[in-house]
């Protein structure tokens, strides 16, 4: 028990929280900027042109069917660029085909009238997704870009085997280093998980809370 | 940039193409055996998951939020370090299976969860009533129903689980990402290899997520078939309950938000539903051609209410029981016998079959006439021919003959419906001097029809005389009909199945059919032969109770048979009344669900052209 103990330290605790911090930036990091694209995507989807939905359509297919590890690497080894620009890179790319699709979601529980008011209220077509639309669709968003998230939060356990770069997985694999026994190995297995599952299932529960009340809401 | 994909790395990648070939078959392998693992354990829990037992949905919940909740990468290599433990030594292969097989289990099971869920709650209450024990009911009622509705995401599951494999490139799971990541360190040209493994990915997950949109779609299309609103609450719900896997839900929940049924009917193709129509009564064949004539109306906008639809399955059932006494005039046991053996009731089943077609027959004829005025080939097949031809541009004159023709035969409560849709339907003053045309036309009719059908019925009666054999095994066909018995792959060739549905029997066709209906009925049987089996016991009350076992299989026929039918009409009906609702819901403002061009191109378009 004494082993056990001995990991939880002060320095270790920092060590592993810290690394939490760039599981968090990074997640944050390449969400906020898989909405921007995302978003993008998803107007462009919808566009006239048949060229510019064909390049959207494409663009999420091919990330969709990839796995993330894939662009994780092909960002770092192949685009060479360096290791959190790589990563927030690679998220945002894959993350971005979902996001569109989410976005996609959001657009359509718009209701028609308001794109019909937004016009005959003289607003132009960016003015109404920017002002009009896109504010009420994100409302409807939230529950599954939070999800999004989750997924995203998980995913960057790959960063350390893929890139070295340290975040919680690659911090409590770096403080195995520093223990020997079975115990120890399995007790830092158990705090990182047990870290992972509180922020992911925090998150889960949000989702879940705000998914009830959009419902409610819609019901009542 | 260009020198990362310089032709001299793609050669020195193609000479390795063995071992690419090999990467990608074990990729496939793991993703096979990791997504057999996955659903035995999605399906254990999923039903676990709506236990009556407290402490199993605990475990469950427990199962599920673990897993999905941690990253797959660190649960890959806690089995990775823990297996030595144990003294197991575990090539990397296996502790892939098994880790991935683990993770996408929670998964999966969240998926069965929902589609359990999604099943009514009177199926539940319908199968208790028949006596059907709560393991009964879960996999011979709920889980055949539910996975209608299971089968969308766990495609998307499957793409995924895919997917996720490349995360045993990290413990050196020999797999394609481990293959590219090995060739591009060893060799450092890094540019072909993961271009290669990209294309070799996408081209295992491309297909299954189209899959999962196809099976989405076309779940949607029959969602008023059996699932009714299941489609919605399970995107909602995926979303809910499996954060991160939003691309579950992907169009199930961007439609789900964009706001139910409205844009669905809008945007969803239900083509599909109308080419591959579950079996269904000859009555509702009638009451179809009478839809079909009123013009404008949509298929899923049958204005039934479930009243309606209690009295048309009542009817269903005395019609059937009048063709019996009529075959049995004043013979009460005859008429009892008859009733109380399957095969009568078929027998009861077809004779109504031909009346009805018989009374298409006849007013496809005059319609025929009315629009072209030539003559129609006289032989009956034709004439049936020539009314599935001509179904589709009745007049509503010819509409309101057909109504009257139906009333003046016994089944009036029935046509009288059919009739009230007609008249409903929007030309209801025309009705009343329509119907005193068809009066006369009706008159006019009779004549005709009578030995229309005579030839038809002395036709068909001499052609089963002669092959007495061929009868008996149409009769099996006709059962394996009622039995709504679902052959797998059937609905996959709905053009197929709607003729085999529709089509009058053709006695020519009966031998092919009939090796069909046999085969069913034996693999039927056997079916029927171990649920006896089950609910008797075990073999050792078996032996001595054969006759009880052939009284429970009849039993279990009948039942399923009774509740085919119902369940076809409770169907029906209900999308009737939804189909109401949402007309009352829609129609005042057509055109304000057009979203106007530009400024948000539509939706619906887009889904579908994407979807081609």
Aim: hydrophobic letters at 45%; charged letters at 20%.
């Amino acid at each position: 028990m004494s082993d056990i103990a001995a990991l939880f330290t002060w320095v270790n605790m920092r060590f592993l929280l810290q690394g939490l911090g760039m599981t968090l930036l990074i997640s944050a990091l390449a969400i906020a900027c898989s909405v921007v694209l995302g978003t993008v995507i998803s107007v462009v989807r919808t566009s006239n042109s048949r060229v510019l939905r064909g390049v959207a359509t494409v663009y999420i297919e091919v990330f969709k069917n990839t796995p993330l590890l894939l662009w994780i690497m092909f960002t770092f080894f192949v685009a060479q660029l360096p290791p959190i620009g790589a990563a927030v890179l690679a998220f945002t790319l894959f993350t971005s085909a979902s996001v569109a699709e989410i976005v996609r979601g959001g657009l359509a529980s718009v209701p028609f009238g308001q794109y019909e008011a937004a016009r005959s209220q003289g607003f132009s077509t960016p003015q109404t997704y920017l002002l009009i639309i896109l504010p009420q669709a994100l409302r409807n968003m939230v529950p599954a870009l939070l999800s999004q998230f989750v997924t995203t939060i998980k995913d960057t356990s790959y960063l350390w085997g893929a890139m070295a770069l340290q975040e919680l997985m690659g911090r409590g694999m770096i403080l195995m280093n520093s223990y020997n026994s079975t115990v120890q190995i399995f007790a830092i297995f158990g705090i990182m998980a047990a870290i992972y599952f509180v922020v992911c299932f925090t998150l889960s529960q949000i989702v879940r809370a705000y998914q009830r009340r959009l419902k409610e809401a819609r019901a009542g | 940039m260009l020198d990362i994909f310089a032709p001299y790395k793609w050669e020195a990648l193609a000479e390795r193409w063995p071992d690419i070939l090999a990467a990608f078959g074990t990729t496939v392998g793991i993703s096979a055996l990791a997504l057999v693992i996955a659903l035995a354990l999605g399906i254990v829990f999923g039903v676990l998951s709506v236990s009556r037992i407290a402490p199993l949905r605990w475990i469950t919940r427990v199962y599920v939020e673990v897993v999905q909740n941690v990253p797959l990468l660190l649960q890959v290599f806690v089995f990775y370090a823990i297996f030595p433990l144990l003294g197991l030594s575990l090539a990397a292969f296996w502790i892939g299976v098994l880790a991935i097989g683990i993770y996408h289990g929670g998964y999966i099971s969240e998926v069965v969860r929902s589609g359990i869920g999604s099943i009514h709650r009177g199926q539940f209450e319908a199968a208790k009533s028949q006596g059907f024990s709560y393991w009964q009911t879960m996999f011979v009622i709920i889980l055949p129903q539910a996975i209608r509705i299971i089968m969308p995401p766990l495609a998307v599951q499957a793409a995924n689980l895919v997917k996720n494999t490349s995360v045993l490139a990290l413990i050196a799971g020999g797999e394609l990402m481990y293959f590219s990541n090995s060739f591009a360190g060893a060799t450092s040209y890094y540019g072909p290899v993961y271009v290669v493994a990209a294309i070799l990915y996408f081209v295992i997950c491309f297909p299954l997520s189209r899959l999962a949109l196809y099976l989405e779609r076309r779940t949607r299309a029959h969602r008023h078939l059996s699932t009714g609103d299941a489609t919605e609450a399970l995107g909602e719900d995926t979303m809910e309950v499996t954060p991160g896997t939003h691309d579950i839900t992907g169009r199930a929940a961007a439609d789900a938000m964009a706001g139910g049924v409205g844009t669905m009917l809008d945007t969803v193709d239900i083509a599909p539903a109308r080419q591959a129509p579950s079996p269904r009564h000859p009555l509702h064949v009638l009451g179809e051609d009478a839809d079909a004539a009123s013009g404008e109306r949509g298929p899923l906008e049958q204005a039934f209410t479930g009243r309606q639809a209690a009295e048309i399955a009542d009817e269903i059932g005395r019609e059937i029981a009048q063709e019996i006494a009529e075959e049995c005039g004043d013979d009460e046991a005859c008429a009892a016998r008859v009733m109380r053996t399957k095969a009568g009731r078929l027998r009861a089943h077809r004779r109504l079959e031909r009346r009805v077609a018989a009374r298409r027959g006849v007013e496809g004829v005059a319609s025929a006439e009315a629009e072209t005025g030539a003559a129609e080939p006289a032989s009956s097949h034709a004439v049936a021919q020539g009314v599935r031809d001509l179904g589709s541009n009745r007049t509503p004159a010819a509409d309101e003959a057909l109504a009257s023709r139906a009333e003046t035969s016994t089944s009036d409560r029935i046509t009288k419906d059919v009739r009230k849709r007609v008249d409903g339907s929007g030309d209801a003053p025309a009705a009343g001097s329509a119907s005193a045309a068809s009066g006369g036309m009706s008159a006019t009719a009779i004549p005709e029809d009578a030995p229309e059908r005579a030839v038809r019925e002395e036709g068909s009666r001499t052609a089963r005389r002669q092959r007495v054999d061929a009868r008996d095994e149409a009769e099996l066909d006709e059962e394996a009909f009622l039995d709504n018995d679902y052959v797998p792959g059937e609905l996959d060739a709905p053009a197929e199945r709607a003729s085999h549905v529709r089509a009058p029997r053709d006695e020519a066709d009966l031998d092919a059919e009939s090796r069909d209906a046999v085969a069913r009925r034996e693999r039927e049987e056997r079916r029927q032969g171990v649920e006896a089996r089950e609910a008797t016991g075990g073999p050792e009350t078996v032996e001595h109770d054969d006759v009880d076992m052939e009284a429970l299989a009849n039993e279990a026929d009948r039942a399923a048979v009774e509740a085919a039918e119902r369940d076809e009409f409770a169907m029906q009906m209900e999308l009737g009344e939804i189909a109401e609702g949402e007309e009352a819901a829609t129609t005042p403002a057509p055109e304000g669900r057009k979203r106007p061009n530009g400024v948000a191109p539509a939706d619906g378009d887009n889904g579908r052209g994407e979807d081609r």
